[in-house]
Structures are given as structure tokens and as C-alpha cells.
């Protein structure tokens, strides 16, 4: 009896589905949201920095398209559409988190905190926080700014009583007095003189009575720079109103998580008030990702949330606060830095695979959802062991989530819910820009081109016995693919034998003539008395190929009694 089993749609891999749209094992082909298999894109070179590639960003910058990366303690800017890159050496860099706030874009590494503005860089000196104003000659005033960790420098407002000349400050022992200013004008030395290790201005003459008409600014001998500058992460969050620039990621405060704030009243990410932390459990931080209007802050194995809330001082002036709440009692996150979030929700690498948080704020089992069952034999090995290269990325274009761990990238179709796997040696990050996905690859950015097909792709099922259990003589395979102009791949059936396993491949190609029409490609066989096949679909170097579905045609010899 003649019959055909046809299947319009691909699982991709799955090795405990044991369907035949599902793969045991594949490489190099891709999944789409329509469920049709095809071979992955290559990678062609766009940028090759002056050495290993540690920190990367790309965007618009200075009203064009920029790559900006750190890499052989350089900070480089390249231009894709001019070809330019611009070279600055910094002694001592070796990483790097970059941001961009508002038009510029922001660098915090080991050699230093900078701000790029897409030609000249320059070292973040910090805002310099109003500390107290209508304070009195004495010393007394009302507390109005924090001291700003970037920076020793500090101001302080005085309202002279006409005839007081001495100005007590905040502080004592000093770095140095920088400036005074009255009613607006800068005074000169002779006309104070300064006493650092008292922490006092004295004036020449007695300042006239105002209110708030004596500015003082002054370094302590210590600031919390260093500090700062120990942070390795960052992330933007806040309100409708403004984003604060949150860093977690220190080695001496693995629980911490400090924040910036408005500077006089303006979004700035040049002020870092000294009590503007906060601590997190008791095990170090990992990550932090935004989820709509929440933060989801991770450890390896708990989870909190965080949101802007904001609240009224004594003194009448409103602030942003960031409380945190418990989310998740025993998952988190493994890897540092290595979060993201794909259709607005965060995603992490827990123990038991990715998982994908739902938006909640009561503390709950169902909060994280494991999606990587069909990979985590892939994966896991990874999270158990070399896991200090394992990241997530989200490409919102093409609907997919990339597994990136020691050269092989699980990528989730989450449009289709499907996995597929690719080799991808060397590479650490996959990225989206200028409607193209590149990756970085030791000194190399590469770009995702159709134009570049020099891997090999394969893609083999699961074992069927096509719906029956008789033996069946296998007559042919039908292929639907969408022809391109230079499609050619083979297939190759699979069965059990009584000595092993045996198998036989046929080649095929597609006349380029066919270029973006959909066709049955029909590769005939003749196998006698088998059981059942698993598929495998390949793809040469230099070729591409696109399956829409496949089909067996099959005589069926009746009742299989094991002979």
C-alpha cells in the first residue's frame, strides 16, 4: 500500500521530543517564525580593532552611526559609513561598561570615568554638590545636596550678618579651599585667607548681610572616587521624569547597588551622592535588568524587585527613592552581566536553564518560568562549570534570544518557541544595530551577511516510523524550499540495521532560475523493509538552502512481526 507523510513546519532541536519535525542534533540552520528551516547567514568583517575587544556600543552619536569599543587599552570610535576610526590610548584600561545619557555616551572602567560627546573624551570630574545653604558664619545651615562620590570638591552658601569675617566650613583638613565667590564675583587670594586644617575662610573685610550671597567650594583630603570606579556594571532606570544611572558589580561591596541623582534639580550622570546605595541580601549582586517599570535585581539564587517611588523630605523637597522587595527565594541569575530581557521581560540563567520572569510583585514559585529545557544539555554544562563567558542577548528584529557559552550559541525563536544551535567560535557578543546583527570576536566585529555561506550546515531528526509499525519500502523524499541562487543541499535517511546502523544520501540542486519561488524538489530512494528513518538535511560550504517542509513516500508491507 503506497502512502506519504508530509510535515510543514520544523521543531528545530529537541532531544527529547521524539517527533520527526524535531532535531537530535543540528548546526548552522535557523528557525522562523513560520517554522521553516534554513541555513544561518555568515559573518564578514566590518571592524578589526588594535586588539581583543572587551567593551562595546554601538548607536548614534553626534547625529552619526558610531562603534565604540575599548579594546588593547584603547578607546576607539569607528565610523561604519566613512570607514574612520578614531584611536585614544588609556594606560591601564582593561574593561569597560558603557551607557549613553542623554546625548553622550558615558564610559566607567579601571582607568578611569568618561564622557564622549563623538569627538573628544574626557575624564567625568563630577558635579560639585551644594552641601548646605543659608548657612551662618559659624557653621549652621540647612543640608541641602550630599557630597558626590566622584568628586572632593563641595560648595557651601553663607548669609554674612555684615560683620563677621570668618566662615566656618563643614569639614576640617583639608585638600584645599578652590573658590570664593560674592554676590556673583570671584574674589581674589588677597582677599581671604584660607586656613585648611581648621576648615575656615577668613575674609579681608566683613561681606555686607545678604542671604545666601557667599559661595565657598572646597576638596576634602578623600573622596569616594576610587570606590566608585570599582563598580563594573551599569544599567538606566527611573521615573517618567528622569533616569538615574544604577552600578552594581563591586568587588568590595558585592552587595551594593548605588545610584545617581539630579544635580541641582537636572538628570545628570555626574553626581553619585554618597548615601545613595542600597544593600541587597546577603550574597553579591549579579544583575540587574528593567522590566517595564520594575528592576529586577538577581543573585545566583534569589531575585528582588525595584521600582522609582517618590517621597517628600522634612525639609519639604521631593526625591526619587528605590525601595527593594524579596521576588524570588531560590532562583536568580549565575553569570555576572549576563541578563537581558526579551519582549519587555527579563531573562536570566538560572540552574535549571534561561528563565523568563513575569511581571509580579508578590514573591512566588510561578515568578520564573524555565524555557531551555531543549537545550540544557547544551548549556548547562556551562552554568556548572566554565560559565564566566556565558551571556544572553535579545535581537528584537528577528524575535530571538542567543545562549552565547564557550563557541556555541542556543538561540530561541520566541515568535515561534523554537531552539536552534550554532557554532560560533570566539565569539562573545551579538548585538543589533543599523538593521544588521554583528557580532565581537576577539579583535574582529563581524556582520551577519547572506553573502558569506563558508560553513556547513546539518539538521537530523528524530527516529520515526512514520506513523505505522509495519515495515515500509521507502520510495522518495519530497522537499518544499524556497529556491535561491545557489541553493543546493543533500538529504540523508537514516534507519536501523540488523549489524548497525545504515544510511544513504542523495545530493540536490535548484536552477537559479527558480530564485524566490517555492518548489517541490523531489529526491527519490530506494530503500526496502525498513522500520522507521530519522532525516538529515545538509548544506555545503558556499551554499544556501531554505525548507519550507518535507514529505516521505513510502510502500507499507504490511504487519512488521520482527523479521
Known amino acids: 500500500m503506497k502512502r506519504s507523510v508530509y510535515y510543514g513546519s520544523f521543531g528545530g532541536i529537541d532531544k527529547y521530543a521524539k517527533k520527526p ?10 528557525i522562523d517564525a ?14 578589526r580593532a588594535p586588539g581583543n575587544i572587551v567593551a562595546c556600543w554601538a548607536g548614534v552619536l553626534a547625529g552619526r552611526k558610531a562603534f565604540v569599543f575599548l579594546a588593547g587599552g ?6 561604519p ?25 558615558y564610559m566607567l572602567s579601571d582607568a578611569g570615568y568618561f564622557r564622549y560627546d563623538g569627538s573628544v573624551l574626557e575624564s567625568v570630574e563630577g558635579y560639585v554638590p551644594l552641601i548646605s545653604v543659608s548657612t551662618s558664619p559659624s557653621g549652621a545651615g540647612t543640608a541641602y545636596e550630599a557630597v558626590n562620590m566622584l568628586t572632593p570638591a563641595r560648595r557651601q552658601l553663607f548669609s554674612p550678618d555684615g560683620t563677621e569675617t570668618c566662615f566656618r566650613l563643614a569639614e576640617k583638613d583639608l585638600r584645599s579651599i578652590d573658590k570664593v565667590v560674592f554676590n556673583g564675583e570671584v574674589c581674589d ?8 586644617v581648621n576648615g575656615t575662610v577668613t575674609m579681608a573685610t566683613a561681606p555686607a548681610e545678604g542671604i545666601d550671597t557667599l559661595e565657598i567650594t572646597y576638596s576634602a583630603a578623600v573622596s569616594g572616587r576610587d570606590e566608585f570606579l570599582g563598580y563594573r556594571n551599569a544599567i538606566l532606570f527611573g521615573s517618567d521624569a528622569d533616569e538615574r544611572v544604577f552600578l552594581w558589580n563591586n568587588a568590595e561591596k558585592p552587595c551594593m547597588r548605588i545610584h545617581s541623582e539630579l544635580a541641582d ?17 546577603s550574597a553579591p549582586i549579579t544583575d540587574m535588568v528593567q522590566e517595564y517599570d520594575k528592576q529586577l535585581i538577581f543573585t545566583t539564587d534569589s531575585a528582588y524587585y525595584s521600582y522609582c517611588e517618590m517621597k517628600t523630605a522634612p525639609s519639604g523637597k521631593a526625591f526619587a527613592s528605590f525601595p527593594v522587595y524579596p521576588l524570588h527565594p531560590r532562583k536568580g541569575n549565575l553569570v555576572y552581566g549576563s ?30 518560568v524555565c524555557i531551555s529545557a531543549p537545550v540544557n544539555d547544551s548549556i548547562l554544562p556551562e552554568t556548572g562549570g566554565i560559565s ?16 552565547i557559552c564557550g563557541g556555541l550559541a542556543a538561540i530561541f525563536n520566541y515568535a515561534a518557541e523554537k531552539w536552534y544551535l550554532i557554532s560560533v567560535p570566539g565569539v562573545s557578543k551579538v548585538f543589533e544595530a543599523f538593521g544588521d546583527v554583528y557580532t565581537v570576536e576577539g579583535e574582529y566585529i563581524k556582520r551577519f551577511t547572506q553573502t558569506v555561506r563558508a560553513h556547513v550546515a546539518h539538521y537530523k531528526t528524530h527516529y520515526s516510523d512514520l506513523g505505522c509499525s509495519s515495515l515500509k519500502d521507502i520510495r522518495c523524499v519530497d522537499l518544499t524550499l524556497q529556491a535561491g541562487y545557489v541553493t543546493a543541499g543533500s538529504v540523508k535517511l537514516c534507519w536501523p540495521g540488523e549489524s548497525g546502523p545504515l544510511s544513504a544520501e542523495k545530493s540536490f540542486t535548484v536552477d537559479p532560475a527558480h530564485h524566490g519561488n517555492a518548489l517541490t524538489v523531489n529526491v527519490p530512494f530506494c530503500i526496502p523493509h525498513i522500520s522507521g528513518l530519522s532525516v538529515e538535511f545538509k548544506c555545503p560550504a558556499g551554499k544556501e538552502l531554505k525548507i519550507l517542509g518535507y514529505g516521505i513516500s513510502y510502500d507499507d508491507k504490511g504487519v512488521n512481526n520482527g523479521l
Open 388 to 403: 564566566a563567558r556565558a551571556k544572553l542577548f535579545e535581537i528584537p528584529s528577528r524575535s530571538e534570544l542567543w545562549v
Open 265 to 281: 534639580g537636572v538628570p545628570s550622570a555626574e553626581y553619585f551622592p554618597v548615601n545613595n546605595y542600597t544593600c541587597v541580601g
Open 21 to 30: 519535525q524535531y532535531a537530535v542534533e543540528t548546526d548552522g540552520f535557523a
Open 74 to 79: 584603547s578607546f576607539c570610535d569607528h565610523d
Open 339 to 368: 541578563s537581558c530581557s526579551i519582549n519587555g521581560l527579563a531573562a536570566t540563567l538560572c540552574r535549571d536553564g534561561v528563565n523568563v520572569w513575569r511581571p509580579s510583585s508578590v514573591e512566588t514559585e510561578k515568578n520564573a
Open 81 to 105: 559609513d566613512s570607514g574612520a576610526t578614531i584611536v585614544t590610548p588609556l594606560s591601564g584600561a582593561h574593561r569597560a561598561a558603557f551607557f549613553k545619557y542623554e546625548s553622550k555616551l
Open 189 to 196: 587670594s588677597i582677599d581671604y585667607m584660607a586656613d585648611t
Open 34 to 47: 513560520g517554522g521553516s528551516l534554513y541555513k544561518c547567514p555568515g559573518r564578514e568583517t566590518s571592524v
